[in-house]
């Protein structure tokens, strides 16, 4: 009953933009009681840490390799939380999720969230 769900993976060149959405419906209390995170997963990889936001907007994080290039946001009324990505390159090539974590803090662990999206795919070519 939970949904997250994400959109506007695709194929980029490097260098190149993508926008990811993820629209959440059917949480158990208003969008802004959650913290929300993007993930990713590559070939071969685990699930690493990208961003967080929290409940407001007014705090983010992010995993050293993105800082600059990547942007979190977060439309509470549209209860959506986005991901800018700009300057990407091959190492950004992963399937990306998003989730919602029930906190006040930003954390950067997958155990922390709650719910998650089914992922979207972002494939960089050189």
């Known amino acids: 009953q939970v949904q997250l769900v994400e959109s506007g993976g695709g194929l980029a060149q490097a260098g190149g933009s993508l926008r990811l959405s993820c629209a959440a419906s059917?949480?158990?209390?208003?969008?802004?009681?959650?913290?929300m995170g993007w993930f990713r997963q590559a070939p071969g990889k685990e699930r690493d840490f990208v961003a967080s936001?929290?409940?407001?907007?007014?705090?983010?994080s992010y995993t050293d390799s993105v800082k600059g290039r990547f942007t979190i946001s977060r439309d509470n009324a549209k209860n959506t939380v986005y991901l800018q990505m700009n300057s990407l390159n091959s190492e950004d090539t992963a399937v990306y999720y998003c989730?919602?974590?029930?906190?006040?803090?930003?954390?950067?662990?997958?155990?922390?969230?709650?719910?998650w999206g089914q992922g979207t795919q972002v494939t960089v070519s050189s």
């Open positions: 989730a919602a974590s029930f906190s006040t803090r930003l954390p950067a662990t997958s155990t922390d969230y709650l719910y």
């Open positions: 059917g949480l158990p209390f208003t969008f802004t009681a959650y913290a």
């Open positions: 936001i929290n409940w407001s907007g007014g705090a983010t």
